[in-house]
């Protein structure tokens, strides 16, 4: 499906974002000619570019970064594509520049016969996501009367319930909520849309979805890599704010949710809140109880020296900031009431893996204890988000032989063997929705302000009561050992996927 004519105007075009991910996917669109006849690209920034200059910068970019780039007879392509791309400098936080700015758009937009669409996509710094928002709806950028305007902001959305609130409330002050597009780039990943195909279109798992027969999922999201260079913006944030309030309590969300009675923006979100809003708030005298945050500490991995948190570039040397967060909750529903929901997250683990893993109730009658760990008598749908995407299903067969020996198999599929095609990276997908007007795999505000209402105690609890630990663990380890006393059975522990 091909989107309607129109401008993607791109503010802190000079950054990385828009380097490295932003332009490069718009490209790979191009490639597959998903893009309409009549569009162009208008990076906006301080810096002083010239368009050919930007032009220039941005074929770098899709060289290297985009999926498709590396196809046969694509330097045409690329060639084509740049030259929609255009530039112009403004200092974005200077109200008096935007009529200027204003006047230049439609200029372009009469010129290139683009039917008066606008995207504004906001990659700078969360500071101006009130201010651009405020004076381009100053200069009637806002109204849609001749053609469609939309907005897109990339996370953080705010840094508790307060922030967050008042940025809602800024962005509805210039923006209706259907103008109001909010990355997070989780939901544009192939894999957690197929959360919701495996779901509801398999006659075989969702009878099963639910508190009769699912005894804990868990969801983890690991990455090997430290913070690098980022400590600066890591410090104020760490693991709660920067995955566990967004990806994390997202990806709960569609595992926890009711089907919806349509594949729609409005069905699917309203079930993904409705979930957020029923998780059973932690009080924050026992978040110690429920929660626990770690920070990596020097280490060496196979014979190399590892930094710990503390000695990256930007961080306090004294920082209890969390690199590592797990944690238990409830979600109080008919579907999950009483079912503990395993969640955890961190830098510097052994490997990158973002998976979810339903594990079931074992048999009510144990006919082959004797014979198989209590692990093993659990049935698990493992639903692995990266980076080897796939499911895979873990069930108990008799080992050939006398006896009754129970070992446990896999039912394994990667979604490498589905396709030749590489996996649609998140902003293709998430840009291409928003040209088509399409905001399902959006977050819709009242979703943030729930997750943020989840996270609030525990930010309380940390910042209140310094007596709650940050454990250190070893850098390329699996966090802190105290973890595993989240399992309410003490034969129960994080799977460790390798
Ligand atoms: C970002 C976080 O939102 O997600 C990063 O700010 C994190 O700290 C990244 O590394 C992880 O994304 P992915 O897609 O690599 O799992």
């Not at 204890?369 to 067969?397: A, C, W, Y």
Request: glycine letters at 6%.
């Amino acid at each position: 499906k091909k989107p309607k004519n129109h401008i993607l105007v791109i503010f802190g075009a000079s950054g990385d974002l828009t380097y490295r991910k932003l332009v490069p996917a718009v490209f790979d669109l191009y490639n597959k000619d998903l893009l309409p006849e009549k569009f162009a690209i208008l990076g906006v920034g301080r810096t002083e570019f010239a368009d050919d200059e930007f032009r220039t910068k941005m074929k770098e970019g899709i060289q290297e970064f985009a999926n498709t780039s590396k196809e046969k007879g694509c330097e045409k392509n690329i060639e084509s594509f740049t030259n929609k791309l255009y530039y112009y400098s403004l200092n974005t936080k200077e109200e008096a520049e935007y009529k200027d700015f204003k006047h230049h758009l439609f200029q372009l937009d009469e010129k290139l016969k683009t039917d008066h669409n606008f995207i504004f996509y906001l990659a700078t710094p969360p500071s101006l996501y009130t201010i651009i928002p405020e004076y381009l709806a100053k200069q009637g950028l806002n109204i849609e009367d001749d053609g469609f305007r939309r907005v897109i902001i990339e996370k953080p959305f705010g840094y508790d319930l307060q922030s967050a609130q008042a940025l809602n409330a800024s962005l509805l002050q210039n923006f209706a909520e259907d103008q109001l597009y909010r990355i997070d780039h989780y939901l544009g990943k192939e894999t957690v849309q197929n959360l919701l195909v495996t779901r509801f279109s398999n006659g075989i798992f969702e009878p099963l979805w639910n508190r009769n027969y699912v005894s804990h999922v868990e969801i983890t999201s690991a990455e090997s890599i430290g913070v690098g260079n980022r400590g600066g913006y890591y410090e104020g944030s760490g693991a709660l704010r920067d995955m566990l309030q967004n990806h994390l309590l997202l990806l709960a969300s569609i595992i926890g949710m009711e089907p919806p009675a349509l594949i729609n923006s409005n069905s699917i979100r309203n079930e993904m809140v409705k979930v957020l809003q029923s998780i059973r708030p932690i009080k924050e005298e026992d978040v110690e109880k429920h929660v626990v945050r770690g920070q990596y500490v020097p280490s060496t991995i196979k014979g190399v020296k590892v930094k710990g948190y503390r000695d990256e570039k930007g961080v306090d040397p004294e920082s209890r900031t969390e690199t590592y967060v797990a944690m238990k909750f409830f979600i109080d529903n008919m579907r999950w009431a009483d079912v503990p929901f395993l969640i955890r997250t961190g830098k510097s683990l052994p490997t990158r893996v973002t998976e979810v893993v339903i594990h079931f109730k074992h048999t009510p009658h144990h006919l082959f204890s004797e014979h198989s760990t209590i692990m093993q008598q659990h049935n698990q749908l493992v639903i692995r988000i990266q980076p080897d995407e796939g499911l895979l299903l873990k069930f108990g067969m008799k080992v050939p032989g006398s006896g009754f020996n129970v070992q446990n198999v896999n039912m394994d599929f990667h979604y490498s063997e589905l396709s030749d095609d590489y996996l649609p990276g998140a902003y293709e997908r998430l840009l291409h929705d928003c040209m088509l007007g399409d905001a399902t795999l959006y977050s819709r505000g009242d979703a943030v302000e729930a997750a943020w209402k989840f996270v609030e105690p525990i930010q309380k609890a940390w910042v209140n009561n310094p007596d709650i630990p940050v454990h250190g663990y070893p850098a390329g380890t699996w966090g802190p050992d105290i973890a595993d006393s989240l399992f309410e059975d003490e034969h129960l522990s994080w799977r460790y996927p390798c």
